[in-house]
């Protein structure tokens, strides 16, 4: 069983591009959370899906960031027009139910230029 | 809001002393997970804790959960070079949220 899946491992962007990471949770996990962690920090929580729901977004801003994660494919988390304080590591992490482990991904290092 | 604070926030130790987390909460919480993150790498799940009271050991890791159920703590004996990372606590405050704590970076001294 193929551990959680994230791509790109890095991502450059120039201000005011788009930025879309993926997360590929592990086989029979329909629950998948985002974090954002920046260097020598904690992990902040973003948004928690099941399939094809965003369940809590309270850590999401209101502005240019938005996640799904479809019935088919992976889970996307997408930032538009970044700006340079978005640079950070963004980890997904899936469960195959609530109150139980997170399986973390490897992160996916966004780089603002 | 809901958070869950953890001390030290670093922690630098000779191999083979004892190192311990602690991780506070000003409200009860359903269960407290702990995991261990190396540098550069990514979160690794150590033990869920759930029931008051409970006592939790996994080699030289040593995990309780308060009576209380506001409090946690992560002791290790005798650290070791491989111990070295960020020690996390996380929580579930009565909804699917798991909620992180500050972490504790771990060095050691060989």
């Known amino acids: 069983n193929a551990g959680v899946m994230q791509n790109p491992r890095h991502l450059v962007r120039r201000r005011g591009q788009e930025a879309r990471l993926r997360c590929s949770p592990m086989k029979g996990h329909s629950h998948v959370y985002w974090y954002r962690q920046l260097p020598e920090e904690g992990l902040k929580f973003m948004v928690y899906?099941?399939?094809?729901?965003?369940?809590?977004e309270s850590g999401m801003p209101k502005e240019r960031f938005s996640a799904e994660f479809p019935k088919e494919g992976p889970s996307i988390l997408r930032i538009q027009q970044v700006v340079r304080g978005d640079s950070a590591a963004y980890f997904c992490?899936?469960?195959?139910?609530?109150?139980?482990?997170?399986?973390f991904g490897s992160g996916t290092q966004l780089s603002v230029l | 809001g809901q958070q869950v604070m953890q001390i030290p926030q670093y922690q630098h130790v000779q191999e083979g002393e004892d190192f311990t987390t602690y991780c506070n909460s000003s409200t009860t919480l359903s269960n407290i997970q702990w995991y261990k993150q190396r540098p550069g790498g990514h979160p690794v799940f150590l033990i869920q804790l759930v029931k008051s009271g409970e006592v939790k050991k996994q080699k030289r890791l040593t995990f309780q959960f308060g009576e209380a159920k506001k409090n946690s703590s992560l002791h290790i004996t005798a650290t070791q070079t491989t111990d070295v990372g960020t020690y996390f606590c996380?929580?579930?405050?009565?909804?699917?949220?798991?909620?992180f704590g500050t972490g504790t970076r771990l060095t050691i001294i060989p």
């Open positions: 992490a899936s469960s195959p139910r609530v109150f139980y482990q997170l399986f």
């Open positions: 996380a929580a579930n405050f009565g909804n699917e949220k798991l909620t």
């Open positions: 899906l099941q399939k094809e729901n965003i369940i809590d």
